[in-house]
């Protein structure tokens, strides 16, 4: 048997393997799953005198069940809809925490689809202004202890902030950072903008993982200035369908070519150019975040998960030169499932190798 057929049937298994562990069904079990303590014994054999109550606890507690995973299912819908790669890596996080990153990740789903951008009409801005009011007043009612209001995002999302005590800031400020409309003057604004929401809920995903220090945020923030950059090339074609053009100042200008050109698809291998600018400044934030990564503790890096689609989307815009206008560079690429699965297990070994590590420590 020759080497390819025996590694296509190696990706085969991990595929399956892969799509085992990801299915919606396995995803909203185990996200809705929480360990209870064992019943102690003399409760256990007083409940069993009373049939009538344990049928009424039995009912009580699917009612509850079942009204979890209705809230639930709809964020897994909506980040599975809308941010497939986020998705993939809260399926791949450790199961405790899967729950909590749900809901993260689809509260920024719901603040990006009503962000104000500088092509808003009137009315859609105001609109937007209203929705924007209403999350942060969700936010702030879970702080004062005031019930959470009935949807199923902000259901969850009240749980996250009780069940992991969120930074409200970090909250608050993914709020702000969609009220005020995007313009970019130069790469420094997209670094800025990319700090307000892509690095915050990066921070927040670490709040949850439990890794709560100054190298881990470090490496969050160079990869949401990393995805960033690489939300403002995914953009380009999009926005300029609708006659929008987000690319900054200073690169247009240094390429010589004018938001009218972009929009028409004008000159290509100068807009070649202009994103390869882009996607330089987003390469050297991978690195930066990948360096980083080496000396942190293997746990917190399931919040930086994020970085492998990243650094897939770079490679394989450097295969087609950099032409965003080609639909083959947008495509997901068909290793992602794999190369993810690849690095989750890599954490988990990590994992295990450092507490026997501390286990032999200890029997010493």
């Given at each position: 048997?020759?080497?390819?057929?025996?590694?296509?049937?190696?990706?085969?298994?991990?595929?399956?393997?892969?799509?085992r562990s990801i299915s919606d069904a396995d995803l909203y079990d185990k996200l809705s799953h929480e360990q209870k303590p064992q019943q102690p014994v003399r409760?256990?054999?007083?409940?069993?005198?009373?049939?009538?109550?344990?049928?009424?606890?039995?009912?009580?507690?699917?009612?509850?069940?079942?009204?979890?995973?209705?809230?639930?299912?709809?964020?897994?819908?909506?980040?599975?809809?809308?941010?497939?790669?986020?998705?993939?890596?809260?399926?791949?996080?450790?199961?405790?925490?899967?729950?909590?990153?749900?809901?993260?990740?689809?509260?920024?789903?719901?603040?990006?689809?009503?962000?104000?951008?500088?092509?808003?009409?009137?009315?859609?801005?105001?609109?937007?202004?209203?929705?924007?009011?209403?999350?942060?007043?969700?936010?702030?009612?879970?702080?004062?202890?005031?019930?959470?209001?009935?949807?199923?995002?902000?259901?969850?999302?009240?749980?996250?902030?009780?069940?992991?005590?969120?930074?409200?800031?970090?909250?608050?400020?993914?709020?702000?950072?969609?009220?005020?409309?995007?313009?970019?003057?130069?790469?420094?604004?997209?670094?800025?903008?990319?700090?307000?929401?892509?690095?915050?809920?990066?921070?927040?995903?670490?709040?949850?993982?439990?890794?709560?220090?100054?190298?881990?945020?470090?490496?969050?923030?160079?990869?949401?200035?990393?995805?960033?950059?690489?939300?403002?090339?995914?953009?380009?074609?999009?926005?300029?369908?609708?006659?929008?053009?987000?690319?900054?100042?200073?690169?247009?200008?240094?390429?010589?070519?004018?938001?009218?050109?972009?929009?028409?698809?004008?000159?290509?291998?100068?807009?070649?150019?202009?994103?390869?600018?882009?996607?330089?400044?987003?390469?050297?934030?991978?690195?930066?975040?990948?360096?980083?990564?080496?000396?942190?503790?293997?746990?917190?890096?399931?919040?930086?998960?994020?970085?492998?689609?990243?650094?897939?989307?770079?490679?394989?815009?450097?295969?087609?030169?950099?032409?965003?206008?080609?639909?083959?560079?947008?495509?997901?690429?068909?290793?992602?499932?794999?190369?993810?699965?690849?690095?989750?297990?890599?954490?988990?070994?990590?994992?295990?190798?450092?507490?026997?590590?501390?286990?032999?420590?200890?029997?010493?």
């Amino acid at each position: 048997m020759s080497a390819g057929m025996l590694c296509s049937r190696n990706i085969s298994r991990h595929r399956r393997l892969f799509a085992r562990s990801i299915s919606d069904a396995d995803l909203y079990d185990k996200l809705s799953h929480e360990q209870k303590p064992q019943q102690p014994v003399r409760e256990h054999m007083s409940s069993l005198g009373n049939k009538n109550s344990s049928h009424g606890n039995k009912n009580n507690s699917r009612r509850k069940k079942s009204s979890a995973l209705n809230s639930l299912a709809p964020c897994v819908d909506l980040i599975k809809k809308y941010d497939y790669e986020h998705y993939l890596c809260v399926c791949l996080a450790p199961v405790g925490t899967r729950r909590g990153l749900t809901a993260l990740r689809a509260f920024n789903v719901e603040l990006a689809k009503c962000a104000i951008t500088p092509y808003s009409t009137a009315t859609d801005r105001e609109v937007n202004r209203l929705k924007l009011a209403w999350w942060r007043n969700v936010i702030e009612d879970v702080y004062r202890n005031k019930p959470a209001q009935n949807s199923p995002v902000a259901l969850e999302l009240a749980a996250a902030i009780r069940n992991y005590r969120l930074n409200k800031g970090f909250l608050l400020k993914l709020v702000d950072a969609r009220l005020s409309p995007t313009t970019y003057n130069s790469l420094l604004d997209v670094e800025k903008n990319a700090d307000n929401t892509f690095s915050v809920a990066n921070f927040l995903t670490m709040e949850v993982l439990g890794h709560k220090n100054v190298e881990t945020d470090h490496a969050a923030s160079h990869l949401g200035r990393c995805e960033g950059h690489i939300a403002l090339i995914r953009s380009i074609p999009l926005l300029a369908r609708s006659g929008a053009c987000l690319v900054p100042n200073t690169t247009l200008a240094k390429t010589g070519l004018s938001q009218t050109d972009i929009v028409r698809g004008n000159h290509r291998d100068k807009i070649k150019d202009a994103v390869h600018e882009i996607a330089s400044s987003a390469h050297v934030h991978a690195q930066h975040c990948e360096r980083i990564m080496a000396t942190l503790p293997p746990g917190s890096k399931y919040g930086l998960l994020p970085l492998v689609p990243a650094k897939l989307f770079l490679k394989r815009l450097q295969k087609y030169d950099f032409d965003i206008f080609n639909d083959r560079t947008l495509m997901r690429s068909p290793s992602l499932s794999f190369l993810l699965l690849k690095e989750a297990m890599g954490i988990n070994w990590n994992n295990n190798m450092v507490a026997a590590m501390w286990r032999k420590k200890g029997s010493k």
